[in-house]
């Protein structure tokens, strides 16, 4: 196997006494696409969160290609990289939240292009093509000029995808990214996100939509109180399960 694009080993995370992550470890292949399922504060969006630094884990590392996320090796000491480099690092693991988090005052293509011209220096003729394209890619183009007001969650949350692909990073997060849409504009969302899984994007998935799972991950991951309870082909966690605990799970969700 080529090398991992995300792996992870020993990941804990405390808040104050409160340990939410208890030791995972795990990898994630190129066009891997892993969907992630569990109880609610198992620890799914925590775990997300340290793929790209938006958490600091307690212990325990997390490398991007190779790359050690948010530390570097000195003197034979892991000592914690300068910030620059990790906002560096974080671009390159893309995430799209349950809550629209588009910039309020600018249009669809104003939050699409904004990233990439600040943190990147694209220039903005070259940021537009590239922002067209993505809005394009999902299916928003006529609607480029539009304030996120004037859009519905489905397309805010298009946007945001699009704008998350606008730094073309290496992988995406989804975390629970259509929990608060109506199903109607849940599966528009959901059909991007399968089309994206189709082009070979490495994706770590937080869902409740089983059907989602079910036709496109590669790999169900359960977690229970911050542990990796079981894992596996959706075919396989899905019609039998190895741990009761996760057919317990499954029977209150499928
Ligand atoms: P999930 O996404 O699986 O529902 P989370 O990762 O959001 O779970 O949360 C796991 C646990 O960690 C929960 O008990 C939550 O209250 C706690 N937690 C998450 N973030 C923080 C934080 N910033 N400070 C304190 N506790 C947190
Ligand atoms: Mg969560």
Same mark, same amino acid.
């Given at each position: 196997m080529s090398e991992p694009i995300i792996r992870v080993e020993g990941l804990r995370k405390s808040f104050g006494p409160r340990e939410v992550l208890r030791g995972i470890d795990l990898e994630v292949a190129r066009g891997e696409v892993v969907v992630l399922i569990g109880p609610s504060g198992c620890g799914k969006s925590t775990l997300l969160r340290c793929l790209n630094y938006l958490e600091v884990p307690t212990q325990g590392r997390v490398w991007l290609r190779g790359e050690l996320l948010g530390r570097q090796e000195k003197d034979g000491r892991l000592v914690a990289r300068p910030e620059a480099e990790v906002d560096l690092q974080r671009t390159r693991v893309g995430m799209v939240f349950q809550r629209f988090n588009l910039f309020p005052h600018m249009t669809a293509l104003g939050n699409v292009i904004e990233a990439p011209m600040r943190v990147k220096g694209m220039p903005r003729a070259r940021a537009e093509a590239l922002g067209l394209r993505l809005l394009e890619r999902v299916e928003l183009l006529d609607r480029k000029d539009e304030y996120p007001v004037r859009l519905s969650g489905g397309q805010q949350q298009r946007v945001a995808i699009a704008r998350a692909m606008a730094m073309e990073p290496e992988v995406m997060l989804f975390d629970e990214a259509t929990s608060?849409?109506?199903?109607?504009?849940?599966?528009? *969302?959901?059909?991007?996100?399968?089309?994206?899984?189709?082009?070979? $994007? &490495? $994706?770590?998935?937080? &869902?409740?939509?089983?059907? #989602?799972? /079910?036709?496109?991950?590669?790999?169900?991951?359960?977690?229970?109180?911050?542990?990796?309870?079981?894992?596996?082909?959706?075919? *396989?966690? #899905? &019609?039998?399960?190895?741990?009761? /605990? &996760?057919?317990? #799970?499954?029977?209150?969700?499928?």
């Open positions: 608060a849409l109506d199903p109607e504009l849940a599966d528009e *969302v959901l059909q991007v996100m399968q089309g994206l899984a189709q082009e070979g $994007m &490495t $994706m770590l998935v937080v &869902t409740h939509e089983m059907g #989602f799972a /079910r036709e496109v991950a590669h790999r169900i991951i359960v977690l229970e109180e911050g542990r990796i309870l079981e894992q596996g082909p959706p075919s *396989v966690v #899905f &019609t039998q399960p190895s741990q009761p /605990r &996760t057919r317990e #799970f499954l029977r209150k969700v499928l």
